[in-house]
Every structure is written in structure tokens, then in C-alpha cells.
């Protein structure tokens, strides 16, 4: 008896802030699609203008439970710009968490709303996200030989000539860090060794592709890119072997007590276009990455391990950044669901918004 109550305080833990994160969506969808209908007659920069103020609703919304209702301590260590800026963000990649944590960075800079992705193919089918990710700027890729290098272009020209700010988020990895996954690790390291490059102990070998046609083709319009190295507290066990870092749900059920973010900004202008030489400068910010996460995971000083170097100041995120935006898009979903057509309204716009979507991102992506 007593062990089912604490699986099921548990598992409420993930399920209250998934149930409106979720729940909420339909809301924002319909309010996004009457915005987009209005603004075709507009210029494509003020759609955009409106487009991303709509977006950093629900993704403040989506950071109160990621970051107010957990109580995660964020920790950053560096400084980051004051000013809104065009980047591109370069990060290590462990576990899904990471997209919030590109959230958490943005929304201290006032930019989350100018938040876009580059994404696996395989997430476009996400229900509703998926497409809505498209819409909002967002780029889907695949792996190796299948990578349309085109696509990809065409798509950022198109936002960068529509004047739309940019914050680019971007894991160069390409897919998880996971030190259980050992074939995974191995392989990266061989392709390292095959390549001539370092081989890498605590991140996998990065790959150019994407964050280099992101540079070359919007260069014009970037002012920086964010290097950014992320650890969960927590991910280190008792005999010293690091463990895998948490879930999204794992997150939510409040099992990382502190987020530990080093931030670099680097000049666009000090970053070389060329393939060769971008790569080389791609491979040494991960070394850079992969010391800074020996030092984090493997220190012998008591008082360094579990800590990057330098100097980290606690970050926290006010409520009344956040909570605004959960009132906002509770007041839009309330209604749906309190009258039968309502009702009705909702589920249409779940199974036929996911439908159009998929058809969407994958004949005009």
C-alpha cells in the first residue's frame, strides 16, 4: 500500500506539468493558425515579429515546470551578452533535457522566443510539434549520405532574408552521449582515429555538416556562435563512473538537483568558412568540451569535482517570467473544454492539426 502511494506521487510528479503542457497545445495551435491566416497579407517580418512573441508564451510556459516547479539550481559559469544576438548554439548532447536547457540560456537573454532547431528527421512526426517546429524556423535533417544539404539552405536563407532573428540551436554530435552505450562511443572514437582527430572521452566525435552550412550560409546575418558545455549533478555515481544524464520525465520528477552550464561566446568573424579548417576548429571547442567534463566528472580535488573551472553563479529564473504565460494559455484551453462544441474543437484540432502536419513537413518542408 505504502509502496503504491510513492509510485504514485511519483509518477504525478511527470504526469500534472506533461498533462498541460500537452493539454495546452491545441489553444496555442488554433491562436498561432488565426495569426497566420491574418498575416498573409503582411510582411514576412512582422509575421515573424508576432510569430516569436507567440512562441516564447509557450515556451516560458513549458520553462515554469521545467525550472520554477523542479526548483533545478542553474549554475552558469561565464558571462552571458546582455543584448539580444544572431547566433548559432553549439552544444554537447546527452539526453533529450537538452533542448530546455537551450530554453534556459534564451530566456536569460530575452531571446527564447528567436529559439530554432536543427532536428532528426524522425521528430517531425511528432504530433502537432513536429510540424509547429517547421513553421517556427525549425530544420529537420538526416544522418550521412541522406543529409539534403539544399533543403537546409534554402531554409535558412528564407528566414534570414525575411529578417528574422536567429538563435540556432544545434548539437554537432548528432545523436546522444550515453556512457552505457559503448558501441556508440567506440565507434565515434574510431571515426576519430580514422579522421586524425582527438579522440574524446566524455563527448562523442562531432560532425561539421550542419553547423558548418548554418555559418557559411548565414554568416552575414550571425553575430556570434554560443559554445556551450552542459552536466547534470547527479550523473556521477558512488564508484566514480559517470551515468546517464536525465530524461525529460526524469527532469520533471525533480532527480537533477543542479544544472551546470559553461558559456563561451565566440565572434563570428573568428570562426574560418573554410571545410578543412572549420572542422579542425569544430574538433578543438570539443576538446575543449571533453577537458572541461574530465575536470567536472574525474577531478581528484574534493573541492573541484562536480564543478567546472572558474567561477559558476547560481542563476535563478523568476516567477513572474513564467507564470504569466501558464495563466495565459490555461485561460485559452479552459474554455475549449468546458462546453461540448469546445470540446469537440479540441480534438479536431489534435488529430486533424497532427494529420495536415504531417503531410505538411513531409511534401513542403
Excluded at 18 to 32: E, H, Q, V
Excluded at 96 to 107: E, K, P, R, Y
Excluded at 126 to 141: C, E, K, M, T
Excluded at 180 to 203: N, P, R
Aim: proline share 6%.
Amino acid at each position: 500500500m505504502l509502496l503504491s502511494l510513492v509510485v504514485h506521487t511519483y509518477s504525478l510528479r511527470y504526469w500534472f506539468p506533461a498533462t498541460i503542457m500537452l493539454g495546452t497545445a491545441p489553444a496555442y495551435l488554433l491562436s498561432w493558425g488565426a495569426w497566420r491566416l491574418l498575416s498573409t497579407v503582411l510582411p514576412a517580418r512582422v509575421y515573424h515579429r508576432l510569430d516569436d512573441r507567440l512562441y516564447s508564451i509557450y515556451q516560458t510556459m513549458v520553462l515554469f515546470f521545467f525550472e520554477n516547479y523542479t526548483g533545478v539550481e542553474i549554475v552558469i559559469y561565464g558571462d552571458i551578452p546582455k543584448n539580444k544576438e544572431n547566433v548559432i548554439y553549439l552544444s554537447n548532447h546527452q539526453c533529450t533535457a537538452d533542448w530546455i536547457i537551450a530554453d534556459m540560456l534564451a530566456i536569460r537573454q530575452s531571446a527564447i522566443g528567436h529559439v530554432r532547431y536543427v532536428l532528426k528527421d524522425g521528430l517531425k512526426w511528432l504530433p502537432l510539434y513536429g510540424w509547429y517546429f517547421s513553421q517556427h524556423g525549425g530544420i529537420y535533417v538526416k544522418r550521412s549520405a541522406k543529409f539534403n544539404e539544399q533543403a537546409m539552405k534554402k531554409k535558412l536563407l528564407t528566414q534570414t532574408q525575411s529578417g528574422a532573428p536567429m538563435y540556432l540551436v544545434i548539437f554537432p554530435e548528432g545523436t546522444r552521449y550515453n556512457p552505457e552505450l559503448k558501441k556508440v562511443i567506440a565507434d565515434s572514437q574510431a571515426f576519430a582515429t580514422k579522421e586524425g582527430l582527438a579522440i574524446l572521452k566524455h563527448t562523442l566525435t562531432p560532425r561539421m555538416k550542419a553547423s558548418h552550412i548554418a555559418i557559411v550560409t548565414m554568416k552575414g546575418h550571425l553575430d556570434a556562435v554560443y559554445d556551450i558545455t552542459v552536466a547534470y549533478e547527479g550523473t556521477l555515481g558512488t564508484s566514480g563512473q559517470r551515468r546517464p544524464a536525465p530524461s525529460m520525465p526524469e527532469f520533471l520528477c525533480k532527480e537533477c538537483p543542479r544544472v551546470h552550464i559553461h558559456f563561451d561566446r565566440v565572434d563570428i568573424k573568428e570562426i574560418p568558412p573554410e571545410p578543412v579548417f572549420f572542422r579542425r576548429w569544430l574538433h578543438e571547442r570539443f576538446e575543449i568540451k571533453d577537458r572541461l567534463l574530465t575536470d567536472f566528472y574525474e577531478s581528484e580535488d574534493p573541492e573541484k569535482i562536480r564543478k567546472f573551472p572558474g567561477e559558476g553563479k547560481p542563476s535563478p529564473l523568476n516567477l513572474s517570467k513564467t507564470l504569466p504565460s501558464v495563466i495565459i494559455l490555461g485561460g485559452l484551453t479552459l474554455p475549449l473544454l468546458l462546453t461540448e462544441n469546445g470540446r469537440k474543437l479540441y480534438v479536431r484540432t489534435w488529430v486533424y492539426g497532427t494529420l495536415l502536419g504531417w503531410l505538411w513537413v513531409n511534401f513542403f518542408p
